[in-house]
């Protein structure tokens, strides 16, 4: 059985930085392409980050330059390091597992899917 785990969610101030981990098990986690996605309170779910099972990373505009993915296949963890927070990240950040994705930022090319954990930034 597939799982996403997904930590390091929390309470920061504007400006300030969280890393987010996800674990994953009962897959192959070197050959999917790994997604964050977020869901802000009265919004959609909207496309964060994401990083390929090559290494190949996307990211939406408004966090380019702030936020960093990465993964560590030999822990089965993807990562997501957020610096400079604006209270406009404030959202349930999700994270995703997709086998062949080519276009990172669908939420469709994903099969697996984290609980989320809540990230909220303070002006």
């Known amino acids: 059985q597939v799982q996403l785990v997904e930590f390091g969610g929390g309470l920061a101030q504007a400006g300030g930085s969280l890393r987010l981990s996800c674990a994953a098990s009962?897959?192959?986690?070197?050959?999917?392409?790994m997604g964050w996605f977020r869901r802000a309170p009265g919004k959609e779910r909207e496309f964060v980050a994401a990083?390929?099972?090559?290494?190949?990373?996307d990211y939406r505009d408004s966090v380019k330059g702030r936020f960093t993915t990465s993964r560590d296949n030999a822990k089965n963890t993807v990562y997501l390091q957020m610096n400079s927070l604006k209270p406009e990240d404030t959202a349930v950040y999700y994270c995703?597992?997709?086998?062949?994705?080519?276009?990172?930022?669908?939420?469709?090319?994903?099969?697996?899917w984290g609980q989320g954990t809540q990230v909220a930034v303070s002006s």
């Open positions: 990083i390929g099972s090559g290494g190949r990373t």
């Open positions: 995703a597992a997709g086998l062949g994705i080519v276009l990172m930022a669908r939420e469709s090319g994903y099969n697996y």
């Open positions: 009962g897959l192959v986690f070197s050959r999917y392409g």
